[in-house]
């Protein structure tokens, strides 16, 4: 089998048993880049040597020796390219490492390339970035999904063995539940944020992306720790999520939210997830019907609090320090202008907009305020929940992939997509999402994604169940058409 397409821990007892080593690696995977990416625009940099050079390095003793993680090109990664998907960052390149990259290379990883993503995150399909959109690798005509969609075309193509994303409303999920792999989303505080380049830093959470739930909990193992450079990482400790992952999910107790199964859903979503649901009680779960009544105003919440902390963060580029700068402005106010109206695209500038309308005076307390009131409202929604269930199943995503362009003149359509992700992060928990079946008729077949949601740091419970769904149904072993 290409060593591409295999999972973590089968390259790691090869890697042991000096089957094979690091280099073999890494030379399946750009081979497979060089024959795919031009297709599908998953990879925006690559330094075959240093990460060569690296593999010859490699411990092959640590949890990760010798094996590559491909990086979303939001984290700073020293001396190769971060520009976050923009013309505003184009030429800049990161000066340290950001906390995620040192674990990783402390538990004997090798960070590798940069993947395509929305314009500093802040998108649903991947089509809002500089260098183009990336194509979903189930049907090169749709979205991957995003903002995370290079990370997760490359994992499901096999152009990675594993990747790094960030999600901010569903950024890792839902374009995991679109490319047919593994995405999981931590509890805040869980991961190191320290080079993460900030969009809305009361939501943003690193987390991987893989082709099996083993995978993503070997990888969010080595990721996760307290960390002093991030105010908000929390000093908890750090299971091991891998030995937690055969315990079953009989005599556990699983809630379905009444409010996620909604109106205009696919219908080839709702029998998958239904399906999937009716799969864990035959397997010994108890299933109960649950409420998150303030899952309505989700969508609403997220984008006044998002684009006020995008406002804030994003003034930083300014052409002053680096990245982009307007040549032909006439003194330091212009260049801020022109710089900013040059750099940032279209949804950039959109929500800049409404994040300085909200935070303005005289609106503040009627759109900032009562949105982190109700923000709290739907955190206690799910504390309410957590009393009698051990986790929430509810569908990743209210379609499959949709076809590139679909959505790109309609922002509201597009925000909607992410109606059942966004809670989760605005709550501060943890969820992931893993392939539960796939569309049928005519056309492309496409994946559909589960997604399980956690209590607070119980990303132990979630791998658990996931990993049980996986390993009893056949749908992580398919693989797209390439």
Known sequence: MNLALEPISTLRARLRGREICP????????????????????????????????ADRADLSLPL?????????????????????????????????????????????IPVGRLNMDEFAMGSS???????????????????????????AAVAAGLAVAALGSDTGGSIRQPAAFCGCVGLKPTYGRVSRYGLVAFASS?????????????????????????????????????DFAASLGGGVRGLRFGVPKEYFIPGMDPAVERAVRAAIDHLAHEGAEIVEISL??????????????PAE??????????VRYGHRAKDATDVIDCYAKTRQQGFGKEVKRRILLGTYVLSSGYYDAYYLRAQKVRTLMRRDFE?????????????????AFKLGEKLDDPISMYLGDV?????NMAGICGISLPCGFTGGAGARLPIGLQIIGKPFDEATILRVAHHYEQTTPWHRERPPL
């Open 23 to 54: 280099r073999d690696i890494l030379a399946a995977i750009r081979e497979r880049v060089e024959e795919l990416n031009l297709a599908l625009n998953a990879y925006v940099h690559h330094d075959w040597d240093a990460a060569m050079a690296e």
């Open 293 to 306: 009544p303030h899952t309505e105003h989700a969508i609403a919440s997220y984008y006044i609090i998002a």
């Open 384 to 400: 309410r929940a957590f009393e009698t269930c051990d986790a929430i199943l509810t569908p990743t995503a209210p379609s499959p």
């Open 203 to 239: 939501l943003d959470q690193i987390g991987p992306l893989t082709r099996t739930v083993e995978d993503a909990a070997i990888v969010l193992g080595a990721i996760s720790g307290h960390d002093p450079a991030d105010c908000t990482s929390v000093d908890t400790g750090v299971p």
């Open 126 to 152: 991947n089509e809002n970035s500089f260098y183009g959109p990336c194509r979903n690798p189930w049907d090169t005509s749709r979205a991957p999904g995003g903002s995370s969609g290079g990370s997760a």
């Open 65 to 109: 020796g010798g094996i590559p993680v491909a990086i979303k090109d939001v984290i700073s990664v020293r001396g190769q390219p971060c520009t976050c998907g923009s013309r505003i960052l184009q030429g800049h390149v990161a000066l340290y490492d950001a906390t995620v990259i040192g674990n990783l290379r402390r538990s004997g990883a």
């Open 310 to 319: 995008a406002s804030s963060n994003l003034a930083r580029f300014d052409g």
């Open 420 to 424: 059942f992700t966004i809670a989760v």
